[in-house]
């Protein structure tokens, strides 16, 4: 899921602040993207949702200042 930000942020980074958890198969994940675009550092917010069945991530949703990767990344 994360090949094509490896590919256009160099030393990419997800370090969450917080992590909560919402139900018996549901992790919330608060926090920052960081790393080197070509344009300049990433520096994002990012809210992660896993979903976890019979101990495998069966879902798996993002939310996250996207507009901040494309100035860094120069798309």
């Known amino acids: 899921m994360f090949g094509p930000i490896l590919s256009d942020v160099e030393s990419f980074t ?4 917080e ?6 198969n549901r992790v919330l994940a608060l926090g920052r993207h960081g790393g ?5 550092p990433v520096r994002a ?5 896993w ?3 019979d101990g ?6 993002q939310l996250a200042d996207t507009h901040s ?4 990344i120069g798309k």
């Open 51 to 53: 979903t976890v069945t």
């Open 45 to 49: 917010r990012f809210v992660h949702i």
């Open 36 to 40: 080197q675009g070509a344009h300049g």
């Open 69 to 72: 990767f494309r100035v860094a």
């Open 56 to 61: 495998l991530v069966s879902r798996y949703q």
């Open 14 to 17: 997800a370090v969450p602040d």
């Open 19 to 24: 992590i909560l958890s919402l139900d018996e």
